[in-house]
Each structure stands twice: as C-alpha cells, then as structure tokens.
C-alpha cells in the first residue's frame, strides 16, 4: 500500500499572480492534468480543467474562453462554442448535465497554488 502524501504535497505551486493577466486564462500541467488558471480584477484565482467538454477532437481549451459574470457568478465562456462555466464550480450554466473538473486555489507569498480536483455534487 502507498504511503498517502501529506496536506502540503497536494498543493501545486503553478505561478505568480502578478503573471496573471486580469480576466485572461493560462494554462499549466497540474497533477498531470491540464489545467486553465484566471485571476479576476479583485485577484480571486480560479482553475478549472482545461477540456472544452461541447469541442471536437480537442480544439480550444477552456483557457483561451472570454471571461465574464452573470449576475453575481464568474464564468468563462468556451472559445468553440461559448458555453459558459462557472468559474468557482465547473458547472455549465448553459446545460446543467455538463461540467468541468473544478480546483481548489490559494495564493501564498504572490504564488498561486493549485490543489486536487473540488468534488461536487452535479
């Protein structure tokens, strides 16, 4: 049996926020996924899994989506088909059956770092 890694390990240092652009995505390789970061003009820092889950053939990841809110919610629209994704849960608010992988983000000292999957209920 494996040795489980402490709380400390499961955090990815990805960037510094400064190198974040505001209400842009960046992508990083984050546990061995890709991941699409955005900071937001307060400096809140999101991260979600990368895949355009409405692309074909991998075309356009979730990164290079116009960033944006309705309402109160944070969301980036997919650059294929412009379906927009909470940006806080994953969840597609164009069709409730869809999401994305959301991640936990902290920023320590101006770093961003990313932590394991948010499992959330659909």
Known sequence: MAARS??????????????LEVDRGATALVHGQA??????????????????????GGAGGIAKGIVGRRA????VASPAHRHAFDLRT????????????AYAVRVAEGVVLVGHRIVSAV
């Open 35 to 56: 991941v699409a970061i955005f900071r937001m003009p307060d400096d809140t820092v999101f991260a979600l899994g990368n895949h355009d889950p409405f692309g074909r």
């Open 6 to 19: 402490g709380p400390e390990d499961e955090w990815q240092p990805v960037c510094r926020i400064a190198d």
């Open 72 to 75: 109160d919610v944070p969301f």
């Open 90 to 101: 994953g969840r597609c608010l164009d069709d409730a059956h869809v999401s994305v992988p």
